[in-house]
């Protein structure tokens, strides 16, 4: 079994970062392939970034590609997801997922473990 745990969002203007971290516990976190999807009021939730258990590979939405980057330090068990030049689009609560398997990183049907999310405001 695997936890995970958002932290960093909050409120920040528009052009802004934020920098949130996914803490998990348990064991072969390196294994994992991790990714970040986030959720707007009364919207799909939209895949963000992903990346995989090395670290090597990494996906980004196009909506995001460039702004953000997803990273990760398996000697601290964490998965992070630094937002440059934010927008008020990009307002949405933010999760970081989880699965030990190489499927399809866009989808969030294929991750196994899930936080509890995070909420990131932008104003504008």
């Known amino acids: 079994q695997v936890q995970l745990v958002e932290s960093g969002g909050g409120l920040v203007q528009a052009g802004g970062s934020l920098r949130l971290s996914c803490a998990a516990s348990?064991?072969?976190?390196?294994?994992?392939?991790m990714g970040w999807f986030r959720q707007a009021a009364g919207r799909e939730p939209e895949f963000v970034a992903a990346?995989?258990?090395?670290?090597?590979?990494?996906y980004y939405a196009d909506s995001v590609k460039g702004r953000f980057t997803i990273s990760r330090d398996n000697a601290k068990n964490t998965a992070y997801l630094q937002m440059n030049s934010l927008k008020p689009d990009d307002t949405a609560v933010y999760y970081c997922?989880?699965?030990?398997?190489?499927?399809?990183?866009?989808?969030?049907?294929?991750?196994?473990?899930w936080g509890q999310g995070t909420q990131v405001t932008v104003s504008s």
């Open positions: 997922a989880g699965d030990p398997q190489s499927r399809s990183y866009s989808s969030p049907l294929t991750y196994t473990y």
């Open positions: 348990g064991r072969a976190f390196s294994s994992y392939r």
């Open positions: 990346i995989s258990g090395s670290g090597a590979a990494t």
